[in-house]
């Protein structure tokens, strides 16, 4: 069972470039979301979904975009990259039901130049 | 809105000392809580949880109590190890509709010398 799966683990960037952040899960969850963390700041939510075809903003959304195709898959779409995205973003997946765990990935650390 | 507040770091202590890591939340409703720990070049792994009220979550001898008069849920431990150095952090979830948005404290980064 590979759990969560986030690629590339590292990436640098610069200015203005595009990326895409991949993230999958084989638990057939429902939810799954996407945080940034940042030194002092603890993780915050990016964007999140409930299911294929849903998606909702969570409480940094700026510059980030996301889209859910199918179930396991939960891609992060930064358009036009700035330095302050400098950051290590996590995907985390939960099935809907109850107080469950969420599950991360191993994280992507993103350097913006 | 929802907020976790966590006892700043680092920390350091001296293996087999007595651990503990304050939280504190703010939250309308009635959150489950819980404690996550981040190994070094790691993710997030759940360490221990509470959905209500009086709740221990428990687990590889790390203990939290679910108190809500006091809106509080510290990490204790009575041994640690020097495995045990990691990131903790407290976090809520009050789910809303189906976001099961977790909210979390800032982390605080424990170190365990022999």
């Known amino acids: 069972n590979a759990g969560v799966t986030q690629t590339p683990k590292f990436q640098v960037l610069k200015t203005g470039q595009s990326m895409t952040l991949q993230c999958a899960q084989d638990m057939n969850h429902e939810y799954m979301s996407w945080y940034r963390q940042d030194p002092g700041m603890g993780l915050r939510l990016i964007h999140y979904?409930?299911?294929?075809?849903?998606?909702d903003q969570g409480e940094v959304p700026n510059g980030y975009n996301v889209s859910r195709s199918t179930t396991e898959d939960f891609p992060l779409r930064l358009l036009s990259a700035a330095p302050s995205q400098t950051s290590v973003y996590f995907c985390a997946s939960k099935g809907l039901a109850g107080a469950g765990e969420q599950y991360f990935g191993p994280g992507t650390r993103l350097t913006v130049t | 809105g929802d907020s976790v507040t966590q006892m700043e770091g680092p920390v350091t202590l001296s293996e087999e000392a007595f651990l503990t890591i304050n939280c504190t939340y703010t939250?309308?409703?009635?959150?489950?809580l819980f404690w996550y720990v981040q190994y070094p070049g790691e993710g997030l792994q759940l360490l221990l949880k509470a959905t209500k009220a009086d709740d221990k979550g428990s687990n590889k001898g790390f203990e939290a109590t679910y108190r809500k008069e006091t809106t509080s849920f510290h990490l204790e431990k009575g041994s640690v190890q020097v495995s045990d150095s990691a990131v903790y952090f407290c976090a809520l979830s009050a789910s809303n509709f189906g976001n099961e948005k977790l909210t979390f404290g800032t982390g605080t980064r424990l170190t365990i010398i022999p």
């Open positions: 939250a309308t409703g009635y959150p489950s």
């Open positions: 979904s409930v299911g294929a075809g849903i998606t």
